[in-house]
């Protein structure tokens, strides 16, 4: 009984191993591994993979569908006499320390029975990696050369895996049909120049196919290896002896030599346009297929195994109408006369300003003092010292003078420590205005929609912008203000006068309440009553509790009493209130950041989509249904991010 049990135990483990030495080696597939196009010819290459040994793929058996339909074929053994069409096969060898003895003879072994099996016709390249990664001899049809260089192959040093991976890439070349075969016993420990990311990135963006063999690895190097071949729709084999080896490397060039050369005629309808092409055929009684998505008819290639459904569906891309030559031409001379215009009106600028300058100068002699006038000096703009720039400033002050929008514009720039006038902020808003639906157009070739959302997008920013730092001035004033209560508290606790204290604020005070404060003792020196000065503040900062606190002050100078205690009443009040409201805002933070979240997260993914895939959001505002969708969407966006700001909006 005992020994029974151990027989079946030792079956098992036989089993096992021979299992998991080529876990693939049950499931026989097919795999296309180039496809191109060209005038009107469709040549795909295919062949199977590890189908057993004396079966091949029956060119009688092949079918080929393009689009679910059915194509005549013509089909032909893979040769580079006969097709034209090269193959290129590297062997990447680990030769570090631990190959030392069975793993580096096996390799020798392994290699040569590839070079035995593979078609004449397939160059065959040898690169060996141990602390450095060496191009032994590069990709050749002289197999004695190959030989040559790996019979001198010695196992020494440490692994430069990701190294060796990547010069066996780049020996491939880029055309053609490829294959690269790894063998490594362990991780990468030496590796200079490449990393695991670096060579995953190469190996899925190639189009040649990556097989790994793993010589006694450890759990380490198998997930790399797996990592690297998933890219190319590669297989990993387990080799836990050296015979193993020879015996992966054999199948890889046994799937090299049974591809075949699939050739058809692409219908008119079906030229120039992206469809699946499906390969089935047999071999032996297998069946087997694989399939692609790719561009037929046309001067397209596509290499490497991918599966119908990987990737994008390549779109067809809309020609604005900045993309005609006669657009092109029209807007390069549009810019042409604009500079033309600017340089006319510089040089009149110029020109007038010199022209007053000699005539005051005439005039000057005729002074009571008789001296020469001197030029006058002209006030600078933020939009620099020229003409230009103050003639414009001078135009839009004109304006904003006759509007009634100059005073509120003024005020809100000075609420938010902006150091702009108004013609100038307008100005500035304009130049958003315009220049940022021009970038949106030239950005997305040309939709007009996208030049809508950028003039939207350029009138709001400005203002958004002002709103932003008036809040943020106001909010600084509002916790500064508990502080600065108390100072005024001392200094007139000390012997000092209300100015004298407010001054000190002044000289003590941090921003902006220093500047505010600053800008009522200006006034108070210029003849307005202080309280007057100071109830500009709370106006220009929206403050209720600093209007309190002028009114206080106001009591106290038409009735008496110590106004150094009501401010010390008053600041004790105001900070508790200034920690209450923080507490407040921490605790809807989060809330308030969910609002801010959900109502951008669709806007800035519309504008992206708007931007770069213009096809796939124009159906919105080009069809009645689109734009009720989008109406019904900004009025639930709407309605759910007021919703939301009421709901955490706690008034303190």
Known sequence: MIGRRVLLVGCAAVGTVLLGAFPAAAAASGHIASISSAAGKLSIVFG???LPNGT???PDSVRLLVGGRALPVTVAPLTKETTGISRTAVLVIDTSGSMRGEGINGAKSAADAFLDKVPPDVRVGVVSFSATAVLRVAPTTDRNSVRSAISGLQAAGETALYDGIQLGLRALGSTGVRSLLLLSD??????????????TRLASSTSAS?????????????????????????????????SEIARAFTRVAKQVSDQLLITADVPGDLAGTSQTVAVTATAGGLALSDSAFTMVGSAAQHHGRRKTGHGPRPAKVWAGPLTSGIALYTSVG???????????????????????????????????????????????????DNAIARSAVEFADRVVRRSEVGSGLARRLAAGGVPLRPAEFLLIHVGVAIGLPLLMLLLSGGDAAAAVVGLAFGIVAPLGYLSFKESRRTKAFLAQLPNTLQLLAGSLSAGYSFPQAVDAVVQEGTQPMASEFNKAMIEARLGLPIEDAMDGIAARMKSKDFGWVIMAVRIQREVGGNLAEVLTTVAATLRD??????????????GKLSAVILYALPVVFSLYLLLVRGEYIRVLYTDPIGWFLLIVMFVQLTVGFFWLRAVVRVEV
């Open 577 to 590: 209130r200034e920690r209450i409201r923080r507490q407040v805002a921490s605790l809807s933070a989060e």
């Open 334 to 384: 549009a810019v042409f006369l604009g500079l033309l215009v600017l340089l006319a009106v510089a040089a009149g600028a110029r020109g007038n300003e010199r022209k007053q300058t000699r005539v005051g100068q005439r005039l000057s002699i005729y002074t009571l003092s008789g001296r020469r006038a001197q030029e006058v000096q002209q006030e600078s703009t933020v939009l620099g």
């Open 48 to 50: 199977g993979n590890d």
């Open 186 to 199: 362990g991780a990468d420990t030496a590796s200079k120049q490449a990393t695991l990311e670096s060579v």
């Open 210 to 242: 990556i097989d790994a063999v793993a010589f006694k690895t450890s759990g380490s190097v198998g997930p790399v290896l797996d990592q690297v071949t998933s890219g190319a729709h590669g297989t990993v084999f387990q080799a836990g002896q050296a």
């Open 56 to 58: 091949a793929i029956g």
